[in-house]
């Protein structure tokens, strides 16, 4: 049976990673908006509404958090570059995706800025060398450092996971 929570599984990499790697990764980032607007085209307000697993947000939450995490994740990546391993502060996501914003904006204006974020964010992504790549922020959950290398993945495999999750429900739904 068919994971709903992570259809393509957990991001996972272990081990040195390579520029090839990196380039494969940023390509999914620039691609991220493109892909998501193409996820959610023509769907109505009350498809936009429907939750893409059962206890799960709707197309419309997920849209908007995918929005409010690259906002969040770029911000870190800038803190990284500019302080020495900094701690960086968390955020209630569940509670983001629960306020009027998250469950009734229309989505074009989440789009529209994960858009020009993702134009900034390309930009930044190519301008860093192996050393500012090797830098890193402090989860203070988890006491993890997390380099921005594989940060640059992490966030790859997020909008693959969450432009999944709305795929999955159209192909479901015959949408």
Do not use: C
């Not at 109505?44 to 799960?56: A, H, I, K, V």
């Not at 391993?85 to 569940?94: G, H, K, L, W």
């Amino acid at each position: 049976m068919e994971d709903l929570r992570y259809p393509i599984g957990l991001f996972e990499h272990e081990g040195e990673i390579t520029q090839e790697q990196l380039q494969v990764w940023m390509a999914d980032i620039e691609s991220t908006p493109r892909r998501l607007q193409a996820a959610v085209a023509g769907l109505s307000d009350e498809q936009l509404d429907t939750p893409y697993r059962p206890g799960g947000w709707s197309v419309r939450q997920v849209v908007h958090h995918v929005a409010d995490s690259h906002l969040n994740s770029y911000t870190r990546f800038k803190l990284a570059l500019t302080e020495e391993q900094p701690t960086i502060r968390p955020y209630y996501e569940d509670r983001w995706a629960s306020l009027s914003d998250g469950k009734s904006a229309p989505v074009e204006l989440s789009l529209a800025l994960l858009d020009a974020l993702h134009s900034r964010w390309m930009i930044l992504l190519h301008s860093l060398n192996q050393d500012q790549l090797a830098r890193a922020f402090v989860h203070p959950e988890s006491g993890n450092k997390i380099r921005l290398d594989w940060n640059v993945g992490n966030y790859a495999w997020h909008g693959n996971h969450h432009i999944t999750h709305i795929t999955r429900l159209r192909d479901r739904r015959g949408w």
